[in-house]
């Protein structure tokens, strides 16, 4: 009769960037001053583009999801890793783990879509510039977003 592992999976041991504990405060403030400045500067977009009747243009529009995404994005992992130095906790669930993987390729799944709908949205006005209304109306530019949700 063979010896059988009957132990369950439940947690994941993370290895930090450094080990050293004088170093692990210049690194916190490292990644939280990185995470506020790109959450604020997202936000900055965001209100920008939805304040200014200016940039109510399809691209703007997108550089508006976009930087909603980038916020999501950031925020799946910057912030756990955050606490986890904070409380020297070197461990993640099974499900967490999971739940973080699953949510970092849907924010970066996004994220490529919405840069080649950009892109697409420059091959427009570039190549047709005279049918660029007509083409990238904003039914059509919700229609992209929607799919890139969905």
């Not at 009769?1 to 004088?22: C, I, R, T, V, Y």
């Not at 604020?40 to 009747?53: M, W």
């Not at 890793?81 to 070197?90: C, W, Y």
Request: hydrophobic letters at 50%; aromatic letters at 12%.
């Amino acid at each position: 009769m063979e010896p059988e592992n009957d132990k369950q999976l439940s947690e994941f041991l993370l290895l930090g960037f450094s080990e050293q504990a004088e170093i692990q405060p210049l690194i916190f403030g490292l990644f939280l001053s990185m995470y506020l400045v790109t959450v604020l500067g997202n936000l900055l977009i965001i209100l920008a583009t939805v304040s200014d009747p200016h940039l109510q243009t399809p691209m703007y529009f997108f550089l508006a999801n976009l930087s909603f995404v980038d916020i999501c994005s950031t925020s799946t992992t910057i912030p756990e890793m955050l606490v986890n130095m904070q409380t020297q906790s070197k461990a993640i669930t099974y499900a967490g783990c999971i739940t973080q993987m699953y949510f970092l390729l849907l924010f970066s799944g996004l994220d490529s879509f919405l840069l080649t709908v950009m892109a697409y949205d420059q091959y427009v006005a570039i190549c047709h510039p005279l049918h660029y209304i007509v083409i990238m109306n904003h039914r059509l530019c919700r229609q992209l977003v929607w799919h890139a949700g969905s």
